[in-house]
């Protein structure tokens, strides 16, 4: 079983500034990675899949990048509406897991 | 566009098995891959499991044998049943979906599921 691990738990950053959020996995998933994005009282919103793909609608700030098993989502600049918990995914190997997740807050 | 809505009872008692369904408008349920997970209030995303059509059904295996998805093609809806709940599993449901292989980009809204007597 894959365990994904993200950090920091919380991470705090200015509007406009880079966001830098990590995931690692237990063992290599051949970049078989999603990143998802959740604000409070909503569905998960799909963000990355493949690690670096954007989904549809997703602005280019957004970008997903990998060294062998550690993941990284990049938000270039920070606009208010990024402000959520992100959460990566595994999907190489039954089960399927997600990281414990990582809340960007406004600093 | 794809969308999904969870529906089924709010509140369970424990031991007794949680029912839920997700209706698919949209698009056709056998285009697709489907997931269900769920949420603890305050924590994070857990994948219960997946179904292709009912043809292929995939399980976590934490849940050991008290789960099961099925496919009701006719209705284009999926179901999730979990048996001998505690309190444990309180928690948001999600029905998921996506063309991607197993990335998620259709989601519905949740469900909150309690279970208390």
Same mark, same amino acid.
């Given at each position: 079983?894959?365990?994904?691990?993200?950090?920091?738990?919380?991470?705090?950053?200015?509007?406009?500034?880079?966001?830098?959020?990590?995931?690692?996995?237990?063992?290599?998933?051949?970049?078989?990675?999603?990143?998802?994005?959740?604000?409070?009282?909503?569905?998960?919103?799909?963000?990355?899949?493949?690690?670096?793909?954007?989904?549809?609608?997703?602005?280019?700030?957004?970008?997903?990048?990998?060294?062998?098993?550690?993941?990284?989502?990049?938000?270039?600049?920070?606009?208010?509406?990024?402000?959520?918990?992100?959460?990566?995914?595994?999907?190489?190997?039954?089960?399927?897991?997600?990281?414990?997740?990582?809340?960007?807050?406004?600093? | 566009?794809?969308?999904?809505?969870?529906?089924?009872?709010?509140?369970?008692?424990?031991?007794?098995? +949680?029912?839920?369904?997700?209706?698919?408008?949209?698009?056709?349920?056998?285009?697709?891959?489907?997931?269900?997970?769920?949420?603890?209030?305050?924590?994070?995303?857990?994948?219960?499991?997946?179904?292709?059509?009912?043809?292929?059904?995939?399980?976590?295996?934490?849940?050991?044998?008290?789960?099961?998805?099925?496919?009701?093609?006719?209705?284009?809806?999926?179901?999730?049943? +979990?048996?001998?709940?505690?309190?444990?599993?309180?928690?948001?449901?999600?029905?998921?979906?996506?063309? +991607?292989? +197993?990335?998620?980009?259709?989601?519905?809204?949740?469900?909150?599921?309690?279970?208390?007597?």
């Amino acid at each position: 079983e894959i365990v994904m691990t993200q950090s920091p738990a919380t991470l705090s950053v200015s509007p406009g500034e880079r966001a830098t959020l990590s995931c690692r996995a237990s063992q290599r998933i051949n970049n078989n990675l999603a990143w998802y994005q959740q604000k409070p009282g909503q569905a998960p919103r799909l963000l990355i899949y493949g690690t670096s793909t954007r989904a549809t609608g997703i602005p280019a700030r957004f970008s997903g990048s990998e060294s062998g098993t550690d993941f990284t989502l990049t938000i270039s600049s920070l606009q208010s509406e990024d402000f959520a918990v992100y959460y990566c995914q595994q999907y190489n190997t039954w089960p399927l897991a997600f990281g414990g997740g990582t809340k960007v807050e406004i600093k | 566009q794809v969308q999904l809505q969870e529906s089924g009872p709010g509140l369970v008692k424990p031991s007794e098995t +949680l029912s839920l369904t997700c209706t698919v408008s949209g698009g056709s349920i056998s285009s697709y891959y489907w997931s269900w997970m769920r949420q603890p209030p305050g924590k994070g995303l857990e994948w219960i499991g997946f179904t292709s059509n009912s043809v292929s059904t995939t399980y976590n295996p934490s849940f050991k044998s008290r789960v099961t998805i099925s496919v009701d093609t006719s209705k284009n809806q999926f179901s999730l049943k +979990l048996s001998s709940v505690t309190a444990a599993d309180t928690a948001v449901y999600y029905c998921a979906g996506t063309d +991607l292989w +197993l990335s998620f980009y259709y989601w519905g809204q949740g469900t909150l599921v309690t279970v208390s007597s």
